[in-house]
């Protein structure tokens, strides 16, 4: 695990697992993220489940459509999962600090709060 996540975990009162490769953060209106840092990889992962899932396939078509949507998105992306619709971003470890990476939860937040009223 690189120092940037175990510094934002020590702010967020976390303590990972020595091998965990993830970990689930539940956010201050009880909504679980998950970030995902494999050992061999020079990335990691954040995403989230939305609480919108696609009841059609054009409904999911452009929820997938808000990829080519930077101004929107920025360098976050809509994905399918088994759950359903998730909301991440994967950025290389080198790329960020601590500081960043709590600044980009929280931008990932707030983009989670605007796609889901949205789409509601």
């Given at each position: 695990?690189?120092?940037?996540?175990?510094?934002?975990?020590?702010?967020?009162?976390?303590?990972?697992?020595?091998?965990?490769?993830?970990?689930?953060?539940?956010?201050?209106?009880?909504?679980?993220?998950?970030?995902?840092?494999?050992?061999?990889?020079?990335?990691?992962?954040?995403?989230?489940?939305?609480?919108?899932?696609?009841?059609?396939?054009?409904?999911?078509?452009?929820?997938?459509?808000?990829?080519?949507?930077?101004?929107?998105?920025?360098?976050?992306?809509?994905g399918l999962n088994?759950?359903?619709?998730?909301?991440?971003?994967?950025?290389?470890?080198?790329?960020?600090?601590?500081?960043?990476?709590?600044?980009?939860?929280?931008?990932?937040?707030?983009?989670?709060?605007?796609?889901?009223?949205?789409?509601?």
């Amino acid at each position: 695990m690189n120092n940037t996540i175990v510094e934002a975990f020590a702010y967020w009162g976390i303590v990972p697992e020595s091998e965990a490769e993830m970990q689930v953060i539940i956010d201050r209106h009880h909504r679980r993220w998950v970030i995902e840092y494999p050992r061999n990889s020079e990335v990691f992962t954040l995403y989230c489940k939305l609480n919108r899932q696609p009841c059609s396939e054009s409904e999911a078509r452009e929820w997938l459509g808000l990829n080519f949507q930077r101004s929107i998105m920025s360098c976050a992306w809509a994905g399918l999962n088994h759950d359903g619709l998730v909301l991440g971003v994967t950025l290389p470890n080198s790329s960020v600090n601590a500081s960043q990476l709590l600044s980009l939860f929280e931008n990932m937040f707030l983009l989670r709060a605007t796609l889901e009223m949205k789409f509601s």
